[in-house]
């Protein structure tokens, strides 16, 4: 067990470094200067000399080979410096810090309605394969993959913020500040990010649930003469659900996904609208230290998933 | 008994014949559900070779005079704020929409199966360093990838299409490298690598087609996929750039008057449904007719 551990943090390590190339380099495909898109306003409202750009592209080291721009870029990040943006002109750790709670709490909230509704609807479906609950399931599943999040929200805002005024369509405000307003911000929110992965995880332990109870000793549970509810709360769900936690890891990915749309709509200050705003103002900053964090948080927590799913199924360890 | 006859009546014995295509069709067109799916990406495919043909009017340049009509027998399904006509404009959305699903899913599976091939298939350095590459892209969300490419890029229907790319050339590619590393170990690869075949025909004559299969139901598959993150990308403005009829900067720029008209944001989204879930469905039917040991797994 140690030394797959150690093996997976060396290659999550490996990973992580080819995702900082990656950004670095993806950002540096940008057409154009980016000194001159940092001192746009500036540079249109007049004079600055070509001595002053030379100063300043020596200043942010833009006259550096390539690889050193790299280094200095990535030697930043270790020491927890993610940059300045050049839109906020404000440390990108600290904009980014700011934003997160907010993605975390809608994130958070979907994830867990997923996870209860999802992981219900799949199991219910499985167990009473063929009935009118599978196929009800395996219906709303196949539609939940295919609802655009950007247009169910657009949806929900005509049908329950204009015509019958139930929620408020847009805005965030702190729990911590009126919690009852909040609760009514987040409701449609928090649903249209956890639709896509609600319907994934049907899906994913509809079919997972129906290959364990083919398994032997679920017949022998059967043949014993063990009651429904014990055979599958005992038996079955044990090793049904451990597939489901690869879900926490996709889960992750679909939740920063979904929060690029679901906040840029609802007008909510968390890091996907962070995300879009800076793409706007190319704030390549932000982008690149955004998009390296959210990776390196969903590699991180892949690697978690890796690591608990060899823990709880060791076959995994030696396959 | 002649030597004939013991033929013949090994020939008895032996299992009936099975047509392997009727075999097939019979698996694939076994739900109903297939069958709608097959019937939609029909009618999508012909609307948009024949968009010019079927939609009524000018799906670019509108009348003015008839800005934001409501549904009518004059415009099925109204006209937005440049008074073009929103039928026109989504039967053009579908060019734009398989167009940019099918060279996408071109592009990065032809890139990716040949790098989860040589990946699968050499092991060791060559598959160290290209499987982490793509197990680094794949840290991204697919649609976050995307969106920093648009963004890099710059828009426009071409840019779409590398972005979206780069994005899913993972996928392909562990799917054709695990694919690879279970068809090598075959006896049949092992006689023929003993016959002193050389490894690109090994790899092109005998690993390749036998990966055809799963690869067919994983373009399908993806094919939704990619078809809604280029409306998502063109809904966040990074997309598609106007004037060009893209389903997701349809429902954007209809989002402004949804008060007044929301079909003009709602019919979009209700044809990337239909698409999406037309490939999804076929995508499941070709799985279970090719090859049902893929369920779980694609």
């Known amino acids: ?319 | 008994m002649t030597e004939k006859d013991i033929t013949a009546e090994e020939f008895q014995e032996a299992p009936p014949r099975v047509n392997e295509w009727r075999r097939f069709l019979r698996v694939f067109l076994q739900r109903k559900i297939v069958i709608f799916g097959l019937i939609v990406l029909f009618l999508l495919v012909f609307s948009a070779i024949f968009a010019n043909l079927l939609a009524p009017y000018d799906p670019f340049r509108g009348i003015l005079a008839d800005s934001l009509e409501a549904p009518s027998g004059k415009y099925l399904l109204g006209t937005d704020i440049q008074g073009r006509d929103t039928l026109s404009r989504l039967i053009f959305g579908t060019r734009t929409a398989l167009m940019v699903g099918f060279v996408t899913v071109g592009i990065a599976g032809v890139v990716g199966v040949t790098l989860g091939l040589i990946a699968g298939y050499f092991g060791g350095i060559p598959s160290m360093i290209i499987m982490r590459i793509m197990d680094a892209l794949m840290g991204f969300p697919m649609l976050i990838l995307a969106m920093l490419f648009a963004a890099v890029l710059g828009g426009g229907i071409q840019n779409v299409v590398i972005a979206l790319s780069i994005a899913t050339v993972p996928g392909y590619a562990r799917v054709m490298n695990g694919l690879t590393m279970s068809i090598k170990e075959n006896d049949y690869i092992m006689a023929e690598q003993a016959m002193g075949s050389s490894n690109s025909r090994v790899m092109l004559r005998h690993v390749l087609p036998n990966a055809v299969p799963p690869m067919i139901v994983l373009v399908t598959l993806q094919l939704g996929g990619i078809i809604m993150a280029e409306a998502a990308l063109s809904f966040l403005g990074i997309g598609i750039k106007p004037p060009g009829a893209a389903w997701g900067a349809m429902v954007n720029d209809g989002y402004r008057y949804l008060s007044s008209n929301p079909t003009l944001s709602f019919a979009p989204g209700i044809a990337i449904m239909l698409v999406v879930f037309a490939f999804n469905m076929v995508g499941d039917g070709l799985r279970d007719a090719l090859d049902p040991r893929l369920r779980g797994i694609l």
């Not at chain 1, 200043?59 to 993610?82: A, E, K, R, S, T």
């Not at chain 1, 390549?284 to 060899?310: E, F, H, K, P, R």
């Open chain 1, 1 to 319: 067990m140690t030394t797959y551990i150690i093996r997976r943090l060396i290659i999550a390590l490996i990973i992580l470094i080819i995702v900082s190339l990656i950004v670095f380099f993806a950002i540096r495909l940008l057409p154009g200067d980016p000194l001159i898109i940092f001192l746009g306003q500036q540079a249109t409202q007049g004079g600055i000399s070509q001595a002053e750009l030379e100063h300043l592209r020596e200043l942010y080291g833009l006259n550096d080979p390539i690889m050193v721009q790299y280094g200095n870029w990535f030697w930043g990040i270790l020491h927890g410096d993610l940059g300045t943006s050049l839109y906020y002109h404000e440390d990108v750790g600290v904009l980014m810090g700011d934003r997160f709670p907010l993605t975390l709490h809608l994130g958070a909230l979907a994830f867990i309605i997923n996870i209860v509704v999802g992981v219900l609807m799949g199991v219910a479906a499985a167990i009473r394969r063929g009935t009118w609950i599978d196929s009800v399931t395996t219906t709303l599943a196949n539609i939940g993959v295919c609802i655009p999040v950007f247009w169910l929200a657009i949806l929900m805002i005509y049908l329950f913020g204009l015509k019958l005024s139930w929620l408020p369509i847009a805005g965030y405000t702190s729990p911590f500040k009126d919690f009852w307003l909040n609760t009514q911000q987040i409701v449609m929110p928090v649903f249209c990010m956890a639709i896509t992965m609600m319907a994934t995880t049907a899906r994913l332990s509809r079919s997972s649930m129906l290959e364990v109870t083919r398994q032997d000793y679920i017949r022998t549970a059967w043949s014993k003469g063990l009651r429904e509810r014990n055979i599958i709360m005992r038996h079955a769900l044990k090793n049904g659900l451990i597939p489901v936690i690869t879900l926490l890891g996709i889960g992750l990915g679909m939740v920063f996904a979904g929060s690029v749309f679901v906040e840029t709509i609802f007008a909510i200050p968390g890091v996907g609208r962070l995300l879009v705003t800076s793409i706007f103002a190319q704030d390549y900053v932000v982008i690149q230290s955004g998009t390296l964090v959210i990776a390196t948080i969903i590699i991180l927590s892949n690697l978690l998933v890796d690591i608990s799913y060899g823990w709880l199924d060791p076959r995994i360890r030696y396959g």
